[in-house]
């Protein structure tokens, strides 16, 4: 999933407006599958609660619904929103997810609330983007998961957001605001691109991926 020129010269989404009229442009943004970071961490994983910040149309968190899980997801673009809700009623996983409405720029999570948070391509015009992963990474209850993915840094994709900077992060940057005491298994890479997602959206920049568990 992710990148969004289809064919156009666009800038990047990075507001609520911009979003949503991403999302307005096509009847499916993104390819509904789900991203193969989350595939490759979650997979082995028990079914609990899970977090999915920024879930776009919902191909993670039906995802997630499909293997038991119980998904709370949250994003700021009501079009997209209502997708992933059709979605689901069509799967007939309505009953296992929870679509909030929230800015994520202000909102704060329950805190060590979920077994999974899980965030890709949150790339977006932040207040203060380290206390938002602060937020994040404080809903994960013990022995839960943070897996944040973002596109790394890059000539293609990157140069594409030189007008708001800090939209971009990296797993680094992600690390930086966990505290070693809570945290173990703090795992930093950067990692290729599901090749489907880049061939569908033209966007091959890899991936910066940070996964975490909580002690
Ligand atoms: C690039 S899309 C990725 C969507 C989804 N995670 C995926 O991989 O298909 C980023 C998503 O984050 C949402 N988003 C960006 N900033 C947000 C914010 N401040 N609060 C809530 N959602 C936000 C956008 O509306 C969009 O759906």
């Known amino acids: 999933m992710s990148e969004h020129q289809h064919g156009t010269t666009r800038q990047p989404a990075t507001t609520r407006d911009s979003y ?4 307005r442009s096509a009847p499916a943004v993104w390819t509904g599958r789900p991203n193969g970071q989350l595939v ?49 009623a069509e799967l007939r996983l309505a009953d296992r997810i929870d679509w909030r409405h929230e800015d994520l720029d202000t909102w704060a999570p329950p805190e060590a609330a979920f077994d999974l948070v899980t965030a890709h391509y949150l790339h977006s015009s932040w207040t203060d983007r380290e206390a938002m992963f602060r ?37 680094d940057d992600v690390a930086a605001v ?5 945290w173990t298994d703090v795992v930093t890479e950067t990692r290729d691109r599901d090749p489907d997602a880049a ?17």
């Open 178 to 182: 966990l505290d070693p005491a809570q």
């Open 20 to 23: 949503d009229e991403l999302y």
């Open 40 to 88: 490759r961490e979650a997979t082995d994983l028990p079914p609990g609660t899970a977090l999915d910040a920024g879930a776009g149309e919902g191909g993670d968190a039906l995802w997630l619904a499909s293997r038991g899980w119980r998904v709370t997801a949250v994003d700021f673009s009501p079009v997209a929103l209502e997708r992933g809700a059709a979605k689901a």
């Open 135 to 171: 937020r994040l990474a404080a809903a994960v209850a013990p022995g839960g998961t943070l897996l944040v993915v973002g596109h790394q840094h890059g000539e293609g994709w990157g140069h594409g957001h030189a007008h708001e900077p800090g939209a971009l992060y990296s797993a």
């Open 199 to 215: 061939h569908r959206t033209g966007n091959p920049v890899p991936d910066t991926v940070l996964v975490a568990r909580r002690r």
